[in-house]
Structures are given as C-alpha cells and as structure tokens.
C-alpha cells in the first residue's frame, strides 16, 4: 500500500491566507515525506525554501487579440490536467473556490477521457463565499465546483455555517480550522528590532491585512488616534486599495510620526514578535489567519466578532471582541489594555497558550486522513 502521496497545490500566490495556508500545508506535507507540486500563476509568496519533493508548476496565460479578457481558468485548467498525467498526481487540494475549485472538476472530466479518476478537495477559505458567493454572476460555478469536489472544507465552523445556507449544499463539509507552524514563534524579541520603531517604554500596536475594503483600515486608525495614550506606535504592515486613505488620515490626525508603514513583508513573525496588541477590525474574516499568528507571538487581539474571529480570538481571555464598526468600544479596550501592564501580559500569555491548540501536528492529520480516503493507488 503507498504510503508516500503525490500531491497536487492549487494556490493564489499574493500576498494572503489562503495562500499561506496552502503553502504552509504543502512544506508541511513535503517534510513528511510526500511529493507536492505548486500550480499557480506566480511562485506563490511563502514559498522560498528549496526541497526536493516540492515542485512550482506556473500557469502560462498567451495572449491572443481576439481575447479581451485572458482565459485564466482554462490554462490554469489545462496546466492541471497536464501536470496530474506527467507528475501522476494523487490528489488535488485547491484553495479557493473561483477560478480554482471550477477549473479543478473541469480538469477532473477531461482526466477522465484518459482514464485518470484524480480526487479533488477544495478548501473554502471566505470572501469566496462571503463576498463572491453573494454575487449572482459567480453563484451557479461556485455551487457546482463545490457539489463536484471528492471532499469539501472549510477553515471556520462559521463559514461552513454560512456556506450551507447560502448554497445547495448536497456534499458534506469538514471543518478543519486554519493552523501555524508554533516552532517559528519562538518569542525571543531582537532587541535591535524593538529598538528600531519604538523606545524602550512605549508600546507597539500593529495591524497586518491586504488594506481591502473588508479589513475596514479607517477603524485601525481611527482606533489608534482615538486612545488618550502618546506612549505607542502602529506598524501598519502590507498594501492595498485603502492605504493612501489610511496615510492620508494620519496626515490629518497629525499622527504620522507615531504611524509606520512598512508594506508587504514576508516574515512577519519577527515583526510580530515586538507587537503587544494586534488590530483586526474587519466587517467580515471567515478566520483571521492573522490573529492567530499574532496570538502565536504574544500579541493581544483586538478584533470584530464577525465570522469566524469568536473561534480564535477568545473575548476577555486572548483579546477583546467588538461589532463591526464600534470603534468606540475597541479605542476603549485598547486604552484599558495599554494602561494595564498586569493584564496586558495575562492576556499576551493567555493568546499564546490558546494559539498552541492550533498548532500544525494537530491540524496536519485531519488533512492527510481525508488524502488517504480519496487516493485511489492508497487503496490497492
Ligand atoms: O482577506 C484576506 O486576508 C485574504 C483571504 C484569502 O483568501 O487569502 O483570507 C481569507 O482566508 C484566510 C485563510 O483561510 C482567512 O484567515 C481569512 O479570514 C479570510 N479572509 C476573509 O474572510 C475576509
């Protein structure tokens, strides 16, 4: 019996969860031994380590000038089907349910024709279904590609929640939650690091998203400038759509000076070492990968309870919960947190200790138990 699998990735590479994930997951699985092999547009942004069992397949799009718009799907669909027969794939794990669920069970009928049943697991990450799943002109593709995955998850008990009352759902759903790698947060603190953005007294507030629309990038700065404390600086890591607003605010707040942005960085885990609370006021986070990592790094948690946040960030315990858009409530919380050493570092150690219950050997099983179930050659 195989006991050694050869898997195949399907990711976004941007700078994102559901990304991480699939990349964390796949060095995982290639540690263990297992043969991995990466299918994306671009090398996907974690992805920067070397390792014989781990292989990049990028997606070539040509353009031709009768397309107005590239065909991403069907390349990415053909890309599949070629690299399932060459590299004999096992399984196929896709994140995200457009263009990668869809272009799987496509892919999945056309290995067929030549005889190949490749099992596909899709992974719903969120805004597929909290945001694009709400749009009509995707609905009918997302339903589909979910009713013809072999295996379906989700990372949040609440967005499995939420995808069976906005789907017809006729396949069941696992929950296996979002995890971190616990050895990579050692918490020794480079005290040049610290030094470098904060003095020795002053405390470090931080928030990491994209800057979309969703992150609500407005509440992170409005709740900083709000807080009657000078002793404290933010860091405002990555980029998007709202970061002109956001510097721009600091601007007209006159707070710029105590304001850092420092753009996409890829290991966070040094930065979020010298963070003692970490903002996440977001409309909507189907998990909140992030808040888990801050967790893992001795940070406190101030976040919304939408989605699956309530999951992660424990209110009174790791953090603070808040509704979406009570700035007010979470100003107040971080100005209780920053004026109270003794339960700013309860709660730093409390986070810590809940992120361990998502550490990656207990998460790990449950995904290699479903890739067993599903491959084929497993079961001769
Ligand atoms: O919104 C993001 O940060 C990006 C997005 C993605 O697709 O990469 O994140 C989603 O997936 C992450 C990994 O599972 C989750 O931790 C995020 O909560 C989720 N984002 C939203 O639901 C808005």
Redesign the pocket.
């Given at each position: 019996m195989k006991d050694k699998l050869i898997i195949g990735i399907v990711c976004?590479p941007t700078y994102?969860?559901?990304?991480v994930?699939a990349t964390e997951l796949g060095i995982a699985f290639a540690e263990k031994g297992h043969e991995v092999h990466f299918i994306s547009y671009d090398q996907p942004f974690r992805l920067d380590i070397f390792s014989e069992k781990i292989s990049f397949h990028e997606v070539n799009i040509p353009s031709y000038p009768l397309f107005e718009y590239p065909p991403y799907e069907l390349n990415l669909t053909s890309k599949l089907v070629d690299v399932a027969i060459h590299e004999k794939l096992d399984i196929l794990h896709v994140h995200?349910a457009i263009p990668h669920a869809s272009a799987a069970v496509n892919a999945k009928q056309i290995l067929l024709t030549y005889g190949i049943d490749l099992p596909i697991i899709t992974t719903l990450?969120?805004?597929d279904i909290?945001l694009l799943g709400k749009d009509k002109s995707f609905k009918p593709v997302i339903e589909y590609a979910i009713n013809s995955s072999d295996s379906v998850t989700t990372?949040s008990k609440d967005l499995m929640d939420v995808t069976k009352s906005n789907f017809r759902i006729q396949n069941s759903i696992n929950y296996i939650p979002?995890f971190i790698d616990m050895n990579l947060y050692n918490n020794d603190i480079p005290n040049h690091l610290r030094s470098s953005y904060a003095k020795d007294d002053e405390f470090i507030i931080t928030h990491i998203?994209?800057f979309r629309k969703?992150k609500r990038i407005k509440d992170v700065i409005n709740i900083f400038n709000n807080i009657n404390n000078d002793n404290c600086k933010l860091l405002m890591i990555g980029d998007g759509p709202d970061r002109i607003m956001a510097e721009q605010m600091c601007r007209d707040y006159n707070i710029s000076d105590r304001v850092k942005f420092l753009g996409k960085l890829k290991l966070i885990e040094n930065l979020l070492s010298i963070s003692d609370v970490f903002l996440l006021p977001?409309e909507?986070?189907?998990?909140?990968?992030v808040a888990l990592e801050a967790m893992a790094s001795k940070s406190v948690v101030i976040s919304t309870n939408s989605?699956g946040l309530p999951e992660v960030n424990k209110d009174g315990f790791t953090g603070f919960l808040s509704d979406v858009g009570d700035v007010k409530k979470m100003s107040k919380d971080l100005s209780s947190l920053l004026s109270n050493t003794q339960l700013l570092n309860e709660m730093k150690e409390n986070a810590f200790e809940h992120a361990k219950s998502f550490d990656l050997p207990k998460v790990l099983p449950k995904y290699e138990e479903i890739y067993f179930k599903l491959c084929k050659r497993c079961q001769k």
């Open positions: 976004y994102g969860g559901s990304g994930v995200y990450h969120g805004t909290t990372v979002n998203s994209n969703v977001s909507t986070e189907s998990f909140g990968l989605g």
